[in-house]
């Protein structure tokens, strides 16, 4: 294997193991009352937990960038460009990284990530947490699946050579 995929599959095992705490915390909160502070807790939780499982997935892009293509975006949107550009094909360079799917998933937890930072707990929603971890427990297998498929056209036989 060669160390760049070495390390962005160590990456991925930690967003894994904290998607897994973020499920198992969900039994944790069923037990809990029904108030006010009860709901904060939950929502700040699982909120956190989301967006640091985004943050690990969004560490893996950024070493693609940095490391194969030799650049990351930068500025205000520079989020929404990163995941556009590992979502493209960039012609003798690499394949793209990200399926549609994943690129859409990625996209909606990136913008989740923005609402959760930019707002009071108390003004995150229990549907909007109910559908962001889904989208985590759904992006996970698909981001494995575009990683394995972005290495093998990397490093496969028939590939360009790759440092």
């Known amino acids: ?8 599959r160590r990456r991925l095992d930690r967003a894994r193991a904290e998607a897994a705490l973020l499920a198992r915390s969900e039994t944790l909160f069923t037990d809990l009352p029904r108030n006010a502070a009860a709901d904060w807790a939950r929502c700040a939780c699982t909120a956190f937990g989301i967006v640091s499982v985004y943050a690990g ?4 892009l950024e070493i693609v960038a940095d490391e194969i293509d ?4 930068a500025g ?16 003798d360079l690499r394949p793209a990284l990200l399926s549609a799917e994943t690129h859409a998933l990625l996209d909606d937890l990136r913008r989740f990530r923005r609402v959760a930072q930019g707002l009071f707990v108390s003004e995150l929603t229990e549907a909007d947490i109910a559908a962001n971890r889904g989208r985590i427990r759904a992006v996970l297998p698909a981001f494995e699946h575009d990683l394995t498929a972005f290495e093998q056209a990397m490093t496969g036989p028939g590939s360009a050579p790759f440092p």
Do not use: C
Request: hydrophobic share 55%; glycine share 4%.
């Open 1 to 8: 294997m060669h160390p760049i995929f070495a390390r962005l």
């Open 57 to 60: 997935l969004e560490r893996i």
């Open 70 to 73: 030799g650049e990351r975006p």
């Open 76 to 91: 205000h949107a520079a989020d929404a460009e990163l995941l556009a550009a590992m979502a493209s094909d960039l012609a």
